[in-house]
């Protein structure tokens, strides 16, 4: 079955910095590759995804790029905002279906002001 | 996008006891879906929910532990049976369909403590 490894677990910027997440994945059959922001006591909230058909992705200060060849995937946020501190969680599809998503740890993401 | 409402928001639960999650969806939802998230880590899917016949458990996750219900298209319940400590997790529903874009939506979670 799917497998995503997240790095880094922990990651500190101060405020302005980019931060960028990276993400690998195990099934060359998944398709689809969301990231969500989960604040403190909240529940995940999807910030950007990409499909299989797309390399790269941008809204606003925040981009996705995809190598499906090499089957990793990165977040890029670009200068960082205090409220961007957050657990991201990159995922990938398993089995074709958009809702079994299969979650990477999570990054702890700290904005420095 | 969807607005996914979760009850209760938290909960402390005696061992032994059972506790039933509510989750409404604010449209028509192809498919619902619940997570655990153990403290401090990241998100496993328990199940499926299938409107109107049995839900599809993921591995390590069993129908008499985790009874799930979805009796139409916009709601569903997790009860968390025969509680022990280890059961101490959030537990998140989800949702996904044609009113989402297909892209996966959760509610805020149900944080459930055993003691």
């Known amino acids: 079955g799917e497998n995503v490894e997240q790095h880094p677990s922990t990651l500190s910027v101060q405020e302005g910095d980019s931060a960028v997440i990276k993400c690998t994945y195990s099934d060359s059959a998944s398709n689809y590759f969301p990231w969500y922001k989960q604040e403190l006591g909240k529940g995940p909230q999807l910030i950007i995804d990409?499909?299989?058909?797309?390399g790269e992705k941008k809204d606003q200060r925040i981009a996705v790029t995809l190598n499906k060849t090499a089957k990793h995937f990165s977040l890029h946020i670009t200068e960082t905002q205090p409220e961007d501190s957050a657990v991201y969680f990159c995922?990938?599809?398993?089995?074709?279906?958009?809702?079994?998503?299969?979650f990477g740890k999570g990054t702890k993401l700290s904005v420095k002001p | 996008s969807a607005v996914i409402s979760q009850k209760p928001s938290r909960d402390i639960c005696q061992r032994g006891t059972s506790l039933t999650i509510q989750c409404q969806v604010d449209s028509q939802v192809t498919m619902m879906f619940w997570y655990r998230q153990q403290p401090g880590q990241s998100l496993t899917l328990i199940a499926t929910a299938n409107q109107g016949s049995e839900a599809t458990y993921e591995s390590g996750f069993v129908i008499d532990k985790f009874p799930i219900s979805r009796p139409n298209l916009t709601f569903s319940t997790l009860t968390v049976s025969n509680m022990s400590p280890e059961d101490s997790s959030i537990y998140l529903c989800s949702a996904t369909g044609q009113t989402t874009n297909e892209k996966l939506f959760f509610g805020s979670g149900t944080q459930l403590s055993v003691l």
């Open positions: 990409i499909r299989s058909n797309v």
């Open positions: 995922a990938a599809d398993s089995g074709g279906s958009q809702g079994n998503l299969i």
